[in-house]
């Protein structure tokens, strides 16, 4: 008899403990299931409100025409959140007269790299190209311009004699030197001490008419036999590099770090500057178009709150939606929220997913372009980058999707920025034009330049679609400075 009590209560006991592990479980997989509802929940509103239905596309698209057309024709800031300026009025290479060695720096944030090559004109490719890339000492750039130009110009002194070969057959001449900007993807960045302002110069603006008088003092001194004659935004320079190479090149995209576009256009298209532009033939026209800002963009709470924490709230808007600097702080916001309110790596939230901007584009991509099975490679970076070692591979699907949403959303708008320069120029219905895009976002991204093509060809159709034709820069990051070269016209 007491065994068999005994037995009744052992069997009891484990049929209870078998009871409660199960309601754990059960519990355990509610709270899981809810909890993956709850992300879907997030990503899907996410989702709708980025998106950008061609109707939607061609609602910003128009908006960017307008604010082109109300920035070219007045000065007053209020009218347009773009400030176009007219940067270059010397005639574009053609690819048929530009024969000889031609030099060029381009002057980035914290850096400059020096070049060197030959152009055969009559349409050949360019050639004995020379690259070098020189770091800015602190000290140099907390100093003043003249400092920063004198280091430079000392430089490239160093590099002319390390290309003797280069230099027999313009010795009696002057060397052309194109020199140009790339601009700091966070202007604040670069402090009021810095040797460099990195402002947008246009072509008759005083201060860059000095700045440039200080860089040709700094070759003097120096002994160098060449010249500057314009100091303008390396889209400018890419954009002499597409004509070069295509007289149907009318528009040049920087999509890095950065973003900024230029194009071609009639002196007689900008009202607001005549008077000091030539009355005719072409002019190139920096759009500055990262400030752009429309109500027809899909703004969200995470690009609202970036913005608002940012050193420039309220300023660079398109910006902020399409470039490299920011398309990884994005997606970070949004892990964050998931990881807060759904537990999407774990009961805490990783310490180091809160820290801004730790999550750069070329990561992102190298996610997003995982196609490993479970994701791996997306396992393997946010243990590298945030510390998480535990994801599982739902939560991993979920990180790609949000690194898809941010990426379809940046290339359409940049798409449909393209589509607005052709409409403004009328060469939408029945003239071929060629666009040159410049950065590491369009060139190493293989899934941003996909959608940014796709959404060109959405917008325009078949048959429209044909007459535009976008392309990667040609030489590479900076040698714009060199076509530039090419096309200086000392008169103009």
């Known amino acids: 008899m007491k065994k068999e009590v005994v037995l009744a209560v052992v069997t009891t006991t484990a049929a209870t403990v078998f009871a409660v592990v199960a309601l754990v479980r059960q519990y355990w997989k509610q709270k899981k ?21 061609v109707p939607k596309l061609w609602q910003v698209a128009n908006a960017m025409v307008s604010d082109m057309e109300a920035s070219l024709s007045s000065s007053d800031e ?7 300026l007219v940067s270059h009025v010397s005639p574009l290479p053609t690819g048929i007269n530009e024969k000889g060695m031609y030099y060029g720096v381009n002057l980035r944030e914290t850096s400059f790299l020096m070049m060197c090559a030959r152009l055969e004109g009559k349409n050949e490719p360019i050639s004995d190209l020379y690259r070098e890339a020189i770091l800015v000492p602190s000290n140099v750039m907390l100093g003043t311009s003249q400092e920063l130009y004198n280091y430079i110009a000392a430089e490239l002194a160093k590099f002319i004699l390390a290309h003797p070969e280069n230099n027999d057959e ?21 402090t009021s001490g810095s040797a460099i302002k990195w402002n947008n110069f246009s072509a008759d603006d005083t201060g860059g008419k000095e700045l440039i008088t200080e860089i040709n003092q700094a070759l003097e001194k120096h002994g160098l036999n060449m010249r500057v004659y314009a100091l303008v935004d390396d889209t400018v320079g890419n954009l002499a590099g597409g004509r070069y190479y295509n007289k149907d090149s009318v528009a040049a995209i920087t999509l890095g770090m950065g973003t900024n576009a230029a194009y071609v256009d009639t002196a007689q298209s900008a009202p607001r500057w005549h008077g000091s532009l ?21 703004i969200t709470q995470y690009d609202a709150s970036l913005d608002a924490e940012s050193s420039n709230p309220g300023c660079r808007i398109f910006e902020k939606l399409i470039s490299g600097m920011y398309l ?8 964050v929220k998931m990881a807060q309110e759904t537990a999407l790596f774990g009961q805490s939230v990783p310490p180091k997913l809160l820290i801004p901007y730790l999550l750069r584009s070329p990561d992102m991509a190298v996610m997003h372009q995982d196609t490993s099975e479970d994701r791996e490679v997306v396992h393997e970076k946010l243990e590298e980058i945030f510390g998480i070692t535990n994801s599982t591979p739902m939560a991993r699907e979920i990180v790609a999707e949000v690194c898809d949403i941010v990426t ?3 290339a359409r708008l940049a798409g449909a920025g393209i589509v607005a320069i052709i409409k403004k120029l009328g060469r939408i ?28 060809w959405e917008m325009l159709g078949n048959e429209l679609s044909d007459n535009i034709i976008v392309e990667h820069s040609h030489g590479g990051s900076g040698a714009g400075a060199l076509f530039l070269a090419a096309s200086q016209n000392p008169d103009s």
């Open 33 to 53: 299931d809810q909890q993956w509802r709850k992300s879907q929940r997030i990503m899907r509103k996410f989702a709708r409100e980025c998106a950008t239905p």
């Open 78 to 84: 209020a009218t347009s959140s773009l400030n176009m």
């Open 170 to 190: 313009i010795a009696a001449s002057d060397k052309k030197l194109g020199f140009t900007l790339s601009y700091a993807a966070d202007q604040a960045t670069v």
């Open 278 to 298: 030539p009355k005719k033939g072409e002019i190139v026209i920096s759009m500055g178009w990262g400030n752009f800002n429309s109500c027809h963009l899909p």
């Open 328 to 335: 990884g702080e994005i997606v970070r916001r949004v892990l």
């Open 408 to 410: 379809e959303r940046g």
């Open 429 to 456: 219905a029945n003239r071929k034009s060629v666009i040159i895009i410049e950065g590491g976002l369009y060139e190493h991204y293989r899934i941003f330049r996909n959608y940014l093509h796709s959404s060109v």
